[in-house]
């Protein structure tokens, strides 16, 4: 009888609570798996959006991305080089442990260390240090008008589990280095790690203690992430109720998707491109010897005319691309719609560059890198340049690879070309100019420049944007840049992505232009 009347006292106090607001279990699906746990350690996309179910920043993006408090509550700037924050008191680790400035200085410098992948989000930073157990200083080499923005991904570590389970310094990915902090994890965010089963499952719990629970806008308690690399595998799971939600749906599948499930889409902040190995005395994966043809512009271009943009748009993403012709996407603070425009595809004025530059049909082959589990139809996409570049009479081999192989390759300078995709988190141009167009130098400089594009004129201008607080004087050097490197030829930009999600008829989501699902946002019905 006693235990008639607990089980009585549980439902009728479960039916006290809302339907949509229930513990409920999410399980989701993409193409490839998280690169690492360690969040300072590989700056992908999924991957940071796996250390942000764990980790937290001083600083975060509400749902419309404007910067809101997280770990710190409040800040302001004592002079033009000096941010001054306040942290939020009474928060804990995962562990137990409390989070204090020390946690905030150790992780700031830990982003900034050699092994570290997030040194374009620390950009400009001196140092940090602490004032007392709730207040840190961050010291810039000049003024940062980004310097918020950047900190939205700067997630804060313990520095006492760091030290004892030696991971004081981020995990060496591109060298496949194998650290405590890549497969185990101890943060402050909404979730906890509960197990990690590289390319077969990580499985994350609600943290109970989280000191933003009482804010808490979804009803996801538990989140299951299974990679599914096959297309036609993630539809069949998402319309078998196997799994509730796929980031990367199929182009070819979305019409049916929207039948029989849902799809929501948008516009992402990420653009995919081209780079090209300009700095070798020869290309590492060619026939051709003693000299290195991308260094000419006149070959570079002809590769970019001989890209039907159009017609990628058209048979390879089903109209879920914009092509572009700069290296920054329309949210992009120093995007214009003039700099947007491509210059039109043209077979013959690509192969009449060739035979300037000496190569007739087939006297110019490469070996094109690419992934087959990171972007919309990333492979797919280089089948068809491939193919372009064939009709103008250059023969490209495609290498296609799971991420977890190729980004350790791009990122190690072993790639005569590649394609790339750069999202902008900060959603100011100078991400992008600054990693991807900046000669090679200290910290962020040049950090994703892996075809070492290199023009002293645009590096000259760039190293003036990072400090420059007039908006307009800015707004027209970021301009310069973009127009210098197209007429370079520097990359070859090809599109915009359009991310659709799909998710069960039961699921509502917070669509995200930086392509990032939200678990505490998420609701199951």
């Known amino acids: 009888m006693k235990r008639q009347k607990l089980l009585t006292a549980a439902l009728a106090a479960a039916l006290l609570v809302p339907v949509g607001l229930q513990a409920k279990t999410l399980r989701w699906a993409s193409q490839g798996d998280i ?44 002079d033009p080089n000096t941010w001054r924050f306040k942290l939020r008191e009474g928060v804990k680790f995962h562990d137990g ?55 939205t991904n700067v997630f804060i570590m313990n520095k006492d589990w760091s030290e004892k389970n030696n991971v004081l310094q981020p995990q060496d990915f591109s060298a496949k280095q194998e650290t405590f902090s890549a497969r185990n994890t101890n943060g402050t965010g909404p979730y906890k790690l509960d197990s990690r089963e590289v390319d077969v499952r990580t499985v994350y719990s609600e943290n109970e203690n989280w000191w933003n629970k009482a ?26 109720g196997e799994v509730d939600f796929v980031l990367d749906p199929p182009a070819q599948d979305l019409k049916r998707l929207s039948e029989q499930a849902k799809v929501v889409e948008g516009n992402e902040y990420r653009t995919i491109y081209l780079g090209l190995d300009q700095a070798s005395p020869e290309l590492k994966y060619s026939s051709v010897k003693g000299k290195n043809p991308f260094a000419d512009p006149k070959v570079r271009e002809a590769l970019y005319l001989a890209i039907d943009v159009d017609a990628i748009k058209r048979a390879v993403m089903r109209g879920s691309s914009s092509p572009t012709g700069t290296m920054i996407a329309p949210q992009v603070n120093g995007w214009s719609e003039a700099l947007s425009e491509r210059v039109p595809a043209n077979l013959d004025r690509a192969k009449a560059l060739l035979q300037e530059a000496g190569y007739g049909p087939g006297e110019l082959d490469f070996t094109l890198d690419c992934p087959n589990n990171r972007y919309i139809n990333d492979e797919a996409i280089c089948q068809a340049i491939v193919g ?49 167009i900046r000669s090679k130098g200290e910290g962020a400089d040049g950090s994703f420049n892996f075809g070492q594009y290199s023009n002293p004129k645009v590096d000259e201008l760039i190293d003036n944007i990072k400090t420059e607080t007039d908006d307009a004087k800015r707004t027209a050097q970021i301009q310069e840049v973009l127009k210098l490197h197209a007429a370079d030829f520097g990359h070859i930009p090809l599109h915009d992505q359009v991310i659709p999600w799909a998710m069960g008829k039961n699921v509502d989501v917070v669509h995200r232009a930086d392509n990032r699902l939200t678990p505490q946002w998420v609701t199951v019905h």
């Not at 690169?35 to 350690?41: E, G, S, V």
């Not at 940071?48 to 419309?64: H, R």
């Not at 602490?130 to 310097?147: A, R």
């Not at 299951?224 to 096959?230: E, F």
């Open 97 to 151: 442990a409390p989070f204090t400035a020390d946690d905030v200085v150790f992780s700031i410098e830990r982003a900034m260390a050699p092994t570290s992948n997030f040194k374009a989000y620390v950009n400009g930073v001196k140092g940090a240090k602490k004032i007392d157990d709730y207040t840190v200083e961050i010291e810039t080499f000049g003024p940062n008008p980004i310097l918020l923005r950047q900190l």
């Open 215 to 240: 804010n808490k806008q979804g009803n996801v308690t538990e989140v299951i992430y299974t990679p599914i690399k096959q297309n036609a595998t993630r539809t069949a799971a998402l319309l078998s």
């Open 388 to 436: 372009m570049w064939a009709k103008a009479g250059v023969k490209a081999n495609l290498n296609a690879m799971p991420r977890a192989t190729y980004f350790p390759k791009v990122q190690s300078y072993d790639s005569s070309a590649y394609l790339f995709g750069w999202g902008v988190p900060t959603f100011d141009a100078l991400y992008t100019l600054q990693s991807l």
């Open 35 to 78: 690169l690492t746990l360690d969040p300072h350690a590989q700056n992908e996309g999924m991957t940071i959006a796996a250390s942000s179910y764990v980790y937290e920043p001083l600083v975060e993006y509400d749902k419309d991305f404007n910067l809101v408090p997280a770990l710190a509550v409040a800040w302001e700037q004592p």
